[in-house]
């Protein structure tokens, strides 16, 4: 865990703005290797936005190659209506970079089948080799995309009910009235966003203090999905002073003693090769007119560890194949053995032959020829 801690909101945004742009530049991406970004929406990453957008009009960066996928949207709301996130990424970044409007995917609340485009939102990540770098803002309550407290930590893209508390947070933006915002909505699932290479959460004012605390201090829960991230490789948070409120003194002096060591070496705190570049797709290299693929034989000095989940998850169970549905086999499927325990203990000296109670096959023998009592006997 990296917890990068700024004075204020501005200088937070700036350093995850940065952050972004020398990752993307790092990576090279061209048409056949995309840079694939995840995005939030809400007011903790509009700093950021504006900063890139100020980057790409000053010509230091270039979204040309760059692949989108946002965080979740809302159910039952059209897709131009001034809150929907389709509008709030138009409005407040797309718009203003060079992106190409294919290479911008967003969740469609207003599908005829909404289970069908959570799986297919899941198999466009897959298709477009994963996710290289998911930026997250959270909720009051700890939650990363709309993995509401609760969320199990397997969840994949999928339809969710909204808390009360995200409701009221939101209203803000219907002009303060309930009956207006949203009820449900589309978003990926803790799973989805811990399988990312990178990621990278900015975490800004006193609000979202104990929410941090949380995350940093204590272990992982499910009532507070953003703690996840405890169990991903390489997650990074970028705070202001105010959301270290509820944190202890020692904890923020040792993560910015952490920062000061490595700047003092010359260096930030660098991901593993494979995490900057991304997996290298195969070269054509042209020999003698015939056309022959060339997988590069430089292999990255630190190789990217999966997510925990993924290994403790395998491919058969229903948090790592949605969607998959229970199935309870009839009795006659199962082999039942009967067990004695008895049968269970190792007996090589034949001590146990005689026992007070003996084995139920030799006593029903024995019952059978044990003779008739007479009555008055």
Known sequence: MRL???????????????????????????????????????????GVYRILVEKYKAGEISFENVITFNMDEYIGIPRDHPESYHSFMWKNFFSHVNIHPNNVNILNGNAPNLEAECIGYEN????????????????????????????????????????????????????????????????????????AREVVVIILGARKALALQRCIEQGVNHMW?????????????????????????????????????????????????????????????????????????????????QPTTSRLLLPTTPGAEYPVRSHSPDL?????????????????SGSFVRRLTPNPEQQQQTQQHMPMARVGA
């Not at 003693?257 to 070496?265: D, K, L």
């Not at 039942?336 to 049968?343: F, I, W, Y």
């Open 4 to 46: 990068i801690i700024r004075d204020g909101a501005e200088a937070a945004s700036s350093y995850v703005a940065h952050y972004i742009i020398e990752r993307i530049k790092h990576f090279n991406p061209t048409p056949a290797h995309p840079f694939v970004l995840g995005l939030p929406t809400g007011s903790s990453p509009l």
């Open 225 to 305: 999905t953003l703690s996840s991230l405890q169990l991903h490789p390489h997650p990074m948070i970028v705070c202001d002073e105010d959301a270290t409120l509820e944190l202890q003194v020692k904890t923020v002096k040792y993560f910015k003693s952490i920062e000061q060591v490595a700047r003092a070496q010359g260096f930030e705190q660098i991901l593993p090769s494979r995490i900057r570049t991304g997996p290298q797709p195969p070269k054509t290299v042209v020999t003698n007119g015939e056309e022959a693929v060339h997988h590069s034989s430089s292999s990255p000095t630190i190789l990217a560890p």
């Open 124 to 195: 466009k990540i897959k298709a477009a080799g994963g996710i290289d770098l998911f930026l997250a803002g959270i909720g009051e309550d700890g939650h990363i995309a709309f993995n509401e407290p609760g969320s199990s930590l397997a969840s994949r893209t999928r339809v969710k009910t909204l808390a009360y508390d995200t409701i009221l947070a939101n209203s803000r933006f219907f002009g303060n009235d309930l009956d207006r915002v949203p009820k449900m909505a589309l978003t990926v699932g803790v799973q989805t966003v811990l399988e």
């Open 332 to 348: 006659t499927e199962l082999d039942l053995v009967p067990d004695r325990m008895a049968s269970r203990i190792p007996d090589p």
